[in-house]
């Protein structure tokens, strides 16, 4: 599988790849040393433990987009319901040379978009009706073309998987604690049991925690090549910034309410679901500041400018 997007004109990222690769490195030791530990200590039970955490992982990254677009309320939409977004999707597509990925809108007045699916060929580029009302076409261009190359790039994938683990290890620690492994161990071997009991929920939060960094740590570095990739796509990395202005700053302003149903699949949007002050005190936010994705723009159309694009 290629991560580096270099089988599209989306300027590929090194650095992006070596973090995804490293990413996945360590995600694949603690899924493999998680479910070792749950077959250890749960020997009685391992053929199902193995069917749980292979059918779950088999039904994250297979459904991802069916999984996401349901979970946000996306319906796919036709050429003839929304012209101008299709037509801006395969004009992007066209110029970034990769297959045009399924369209689809979210009934909802916050602004935002996002991508997801497990490859190009099954990918999914989503814009809300709040965003459509509130961009101007190039601003909306820009948003497109940064959601496209998440796509090319295959970060999406890699963040579906990486966000898997933290999924497993609290089903997996559910169902031991409460659905019938823990009671197998105990009738076969009362200590193991209390070890079991007091160690899988430990190993399980070291597992959350450490997915939970790799994953805010990578979708951090991935928002910022994501801009880069769709200014220099486009030529246009001011109207990106004008998009990201406006969205944020629309953002901000809906009720902290309305934006909690939203908070689950940051590390999806195109700009998180905050509000001004949450975004301010995020240490661990699935996006950079604002400020510094502007001042990433902005050098960017310097540097447009000298070249004289």
Avoid at 5 to 16: C, E, K, S, V, Y
Avoid at 172 to 186: P, V
Wanted: with cysteine; hydrophobic share 45%.
């Amino acid at each position: 599988m290629s991560t580096s997007g270099q089988h599209t004109r989306f300027a590929p990222d090194r650095g992006l790849t070596g973090r995804m690769v490293g990413t996945m490195f360590v995600i694949g030791l603690l899924y493999v040393g998680f479910t070792g530990l749950l077959i250890a200590l749960l020997r009685g039970a391992w053929p199902l433990i193995v069917l749980i955490s292979g059918g779950l992982f088999v039904a994250q990254f297979w459904f991802s987009d069916k999984i996401t677009e349901r979970a946000m309320g996306a319906h796919r939409v036709t050429p003839e319901q929304y012209p101008q977004l299709h037509g801006t999707v395969d004009r992007l597509c066209a110029l970034a040379d990769m297959p045009k990925p399924r369209v689809a809108v979210a009934d909802n007045d916050m602004p935002n978009a996002f991508a997801t699916g497990r490859n190009p060929q099954n990918a999914v580029v989503c814009v809300t009706t709040g965003l459509l009302r509130r961009l101007e076409p190039e601003e909306l261009e820009g948003v497109l073309a940064h959601e496209l190359s998440h796509v090319a790039h295959r970060d999406v994938a890699v963040m579906t998987v990486a966000g898997f683990l933290g999924v497993l290890a609290g089903a997996m620690t559910r169902i031991a604690m409460y659905g019938g492994f823990m009671g197998g161990a105990r009738n076969s071997n009362d200590s193991n049991a209390a070890i079991a009991a007091l160690v899988i929920p430990l190993v399980s939060v070291v597992v959350y925690a450490i997915s939970f960094l790799l994953t805010r740590l990578l979708s951090r570095y991935r928002e910022l090549a994501a801009d880069r990739a769709a200014a220099q796509l486009t030529g246009r990395p001011s109207a990106l910034a004008s998009a990201l202005t406006k969205v944020t700053g629309q953002i901000a302003a809906i009720p902290t309410k309305d934006l909690r149903q939203a908070q689950a699949y940051n590390a999806f949007y195109f700009a998180p679901a905050l509000s001004a002050r949450d975004a301010a005190s995020q240490l661990f936010s699935t996006h950079p500041s604002l400020e510094k994705r502007l001042e990433q723009l902005e050098q960017l159309a310097r540097i447009s400018t000298q070249l004289g694009r």
